[in-house]
């Protein structure tokens, strides 16, 4: 059995755990035009490649019409030179609902979808439903969350339903967040359990921030404990951080834990993976990837065909009280014939032009055909 572990030495980091929750919607017209606005957005791309002409890679029409307490939006989408994407999207606050609605069609087939999300709260409990509506009617269903507090604990419950050819209960998930003062310890957990399966797994993460003899005034440390128990195997996964002000630094060793049939046999450490990001000024970001395993590629570098990494991105001054942003990234392969295993190389920068114009450069160069691609981009809002 293998255990994940990664080890992770931060500066200047901060991790942000956020839940949503979704619901159900109908469009309703608006009776009263006062306060109307009207905006919109025009944007189209092009591309050119090594061996092929001109193409129009996208082309996006976006208008919206709002009120006091309502906004409809309409979006055209072409896609390499065809119509792919039509759809409306409807938001509006009535009393105590917020709703939101969005419509697809696929010039191809018709109705693609529509998905309907409301808002509401009741005795101090915070509900959601979120209905989906496919073309397929094996795919189409209905979920209900709900969020409240009690006895310390944050609770939230989601139950998912099929609602083709009548309404089914599909599965149900439980989960709690809270802090035990006596051990400095936050908790959280969660539980699935599906009418197909049953049981699915239950989850419980501990964190435990500032560990004795490892932290001072200059380093902060915290462990995450992750334990996943399913019917037919438990897993482990421990997470180490460092984190210090001085230094604008964040190095993630990614590594397996072998572990043996008996209790508490561990038979190795195996490194699969090395990350580093740094903070260089006030306005550039440095990443810096590698992956010993290319099955693990894709979980490190974010393309499974290249085995590391090297980003550079930032931003700059520009016109409009607005800043420029751009990226220079290259690939590394493995095999390969260029120059110290290099693969690809792409460089992409974004150009205010005003208050409601942005201009975007893409270049890529690869071993791989097309060898070469050129894109320019440009958007308008009015």
């Known amino acids: 059995m293998r255990m994940g572990w ?14 949503g929750l979704l619901l159900p919607v109908v469009f309703i017209p608006e009776a009263s ?6 905006r919109g957005s025009l944007r189209a791309d092009v591309r050119l ?49 917020r709703l939101r609605t969005v419509c697809a069609f696929d010039p191809a087939v018709g109705f693609s979808h529509l998905a309907s999300t409301a808002l509401f709260s009741l005795a101090e409990v915070s509900f959601a439903n979120y209905l989906f509506l496919s073309e397929d009617p094996a795919d189409s269903y209905d979920q209900l969350s709900a969020r409240w507090t009690g006895g310390g604990i944050s609770w939230s419950g989601v139950g998912r339903f099929g609602i083709c050819p009548c309404l089914t209960l599909s599965d149900i998930e439980l989960a709690a967040v809270w802090y035990l003062a006596s051990c400095d310890l936050f908790m959280d957990a969660s539980s699935l359990f599906s009418c197909e399966e049953g049981f699915e797994y239950v989850r419980i993460t501990a964190r435990k921030r500032q560990l004795p003899f490892l932290s001072n ?33 964040c190095i993630t060793p990614h590594m397996d834990l072998a572990i043996g049939p008996l209790p508490l046999e561990l038979q190795g450490i195996v490194f699969y993976g090395l990350a580093l990001e740094c ?16 099955a693990r590629n894709y979980e490190l570098i974010g393309d499974a065909n290249y ?14 009280e607005q800043d420029a942003s751009w990226s220079f990234a290259t690939y590394f392969e493995d095999p390969s014939t260029a120059f110290f295993s290099w693969g690809k190389t792409a460089l992409s920068i974004e150009l205010p032009l005003g ?13 791989t055909a097309p060898c070469w691609s050129f894109g320019i981009g440009l958007e308008v809002r009015f």
């Open 49 to 97: 490649s090594e061996g092929e002409t001109l193409n129009l890679e996208g082309f996006t029409f976006i208008t919206s019409l709002s009120g006091d307490s309502w906004r409809t939006t309409s979006r055209a989408i072409v896609t390499d030179g065809t119509f792919s994407r039509f759809d409306m999207t409807d938001e509006r606050t009535i009393g105590p609902l």
């Open 279 to 294: 903070t260089l000024g006030d306005s550039v970001e440095l990443l810096m990837a590698t992956s010993f395993d290319p």
């Open 33 to 38: 035009a006062s306060g109307l606005a009207l």
């Open 217 to 249: 005034a200059s380093f902060a440390t915290e462990l995450i404990l992750a334990t996943r128990f399913e019917p037919d195997r438990k897993t482990l996964t421990p997470i180490l951080r460092l984190r210090s002000g001085q230094l604008g630094a």
């Open 355 to 367: 208050d409601r114009m942005l201009a975007r450069v893409e270049c890529t160069f690869s071993t």
């Open 6 to 19: 990664r080890a992770r030495v931060c500066i200047g980091v901060t991790a942000v755990f956020s839940v």
């Open 307 to 320: 085995f590391e990494l090297l980003q550079i991105r930032g931003t700059v001054a520009s016109c409009c």
